[in-house]
């Protein structure tokens, strides 16, 4: 492996285990023939048991500590204002995503509100756009794919990574390879301005569910299964358009927000 395609996928492995933490956390179903009709194959389930109970002791004793710190540490202002930085920056995926989907008012909506947050928001910094009726809507490469009619694949747990499926893992290392900071970053010699924002990313998405993940660790009976069940309908929902001020942290509802 190249020194170029270790270090790409050393960043997709930073993204989506927060990704995949906050995916976790997305309410219970509310009927069984709901649950069954958005339950996705999962055809390698003890081997993806084995794997989730690794990524769940690596975030008890190492991801969930540091984010208890991180929200003991700064106060809520500070760490909206992170949020909002790190959407700013996300703001050329997201677009680039509306118009693959064919959905031009929203490329245009994500594209006001990178012109207004880069500037009156200083650099994303403050949220002014959604005081002017602009709502942060997310999207990403996996939502494209099944636009564009691609089906999900079988559920996966990958060490580190976490919950995902063929699709969705693909639409993660696409939009992680293309971003637009990685690339300055790396053609500049500069790969830890994209790791740093990464980790910053990571941190600020997991702390907003420490409440949420511990919850559904305390209620549920099989935590894998609840888990499983959760991301699934978090993805549906996603690429229903359905959350439409959903991504990452915000899904959980402890924000906003899939």
């Given amino acids: 492996m190249s020194e170029s395609t270790f270090k790409a996928f050393s960043a997709v492995l930073c993204l989506s285990l927060m990704i995949s933490v906050s995916a976790s956390a997305q309410p219970q179903p509310n009927t069984n023939a ?10 390698i389930e003890p081997v993806n048991r084995f794997v989730f109970g690794f990524n769940d002791f690596l975030d008890r004793i190492l991801i969930e500590p540091v984010a208890k710190g991180y929200n003991h540490v700064l106060p809520q202002m500070v760490r909206d204002s992170v949020q909002s930085f790190m959407r700013n920056l996300k703001s050329p995926i997201v677009v680039g995503n509306d118009l693959l989907q064919g959905k031009i008012g929203d490329a245009g909506v994500a594209t ?14 403050a949220d002014v756009a959604s005081t002017k009726g602009l709502k942060y809507k997310d999207a990403d490469f996996g939502e494209t794919l099944a636009t564009w009619g691609v089906g999900s694949g079988f559920y996966i747990v990958i060490p580190i990574l976490g919950p995902s499926s063929l699709r969705d893992g693909v639409g993660t290392f696409t939009d992680s390879y293309v971003d637009p900071v990685r690339l300055y ?13 990464e980790g910053i990313q990571g941190l600020d ?18 935590y894998y299964a609840a888990a499983r069940s959760a991301w699934t309908q978090h993805r549906s929902a996603f690429i229903r358009g359905e959350s439409a001020d959903d991504t990452g942290a915000g899904a959980a509802g402890s924000t906003d927000h899939p």
């Fill in 205 to 222: 998405d997991r702390s907003r569910l420490i409440k949420p993940i511990d919850d559904m660790r305390a209620n549920s009976l099989d």
């Fill in 185 to 197: 970053a790396y053609n500049t010699d500069r790969m830890w301005i994209y790791y740093t924002r």
């Fill in 34 to 43: 709901e649950y069954k009709s958005q339950e996705v194959s999962d055809p």
């Fill in 112 to 125: 006001a509100r990178f012109v207004i947050n880069s500037t009156i928001g200083i650099v994303g910094l």
